[in-house]
């Protein structure tokens, strides 16, 4: 089975904190997203990577950076946070092939800013 | 341009009753269609897909989903539902390498 592991579960940081989301899948995928999901809303691209050292920005990228230096590990990083990403943010990853495979999720990392 | 709809942000349910969750799409080119449902406090998890053939597709859990092309739709249906049904279901469709969802629709079954 696929897994998509995401290094914390829940976070409380300050405004103004920089902010490390690490997600490490072990499939192999060459694909793997970012996405935030907020109420009423449903999930939102923030960024996706097709390949190493190679990134796309997604629908709301603003504010967000993202790094993927080994196929296997995806970051997004906050560099200034704001009260307005309090969110659950969620990876992914897919498999390179066309546009058939499905995306398999981790459990979320909701974080909370004040 | 690409857009998902989901009709209902809430179903209340009996257990035991059917239920269909609605879903509506915008593309202007062929896409292929997911459910994913995603569990309290847990990522999403894939239910079905549709790519390419019998426009009934059957899932896990017992869902199943129609894709409708003349009307742009693929909703979820499921005979007789279940407590541990109770979930949040989200629509979504894949035309490139990018996944848009709907706004989900929260299933709440009650004994």
Known sequence: DVKVTQS???????????????????????????YRQDPGLGLRLIYFSYDVKMKEKGDIPEGYSVSREKKERFSLILESASTNQTSMYLCASREGQGNT???????????TVL | AQSVTQLDSQVPVFEEAPVELRCNYSSSVSVYLFW????????????????????????INGF????????????????SVHISDTAEYFCAVNPFNKFYFGSGTKLNVKP
């Open chain 1, 8 to 34: 914390s579960r829940y976070l409380v940081k300050r405004t103004g904190e920089k902010v490390f989301l690490e997600c490490v899948q072990d499939m192999d995928h060459e694909n793997m997203f970012w």
């Open chain 1, 101 to 111: 495979g499905e995306l398999f999720f981790g459990e979320g990392s909701r974080l």
């Open chain 2, 36 to 59: 994913y449902v995603q569990y309290p406090n847990q990522g999403l998890q894939l239910l079905l897909k549709y790519l390419s053939g019998s426009t009934l597709v059957k899932g």
């Open chain 2, 64 to 79: 199943e989903a129609e894709f409708n092309k003349s009307q742009t739709s693929f909703h979820l249906r499921k005979p």
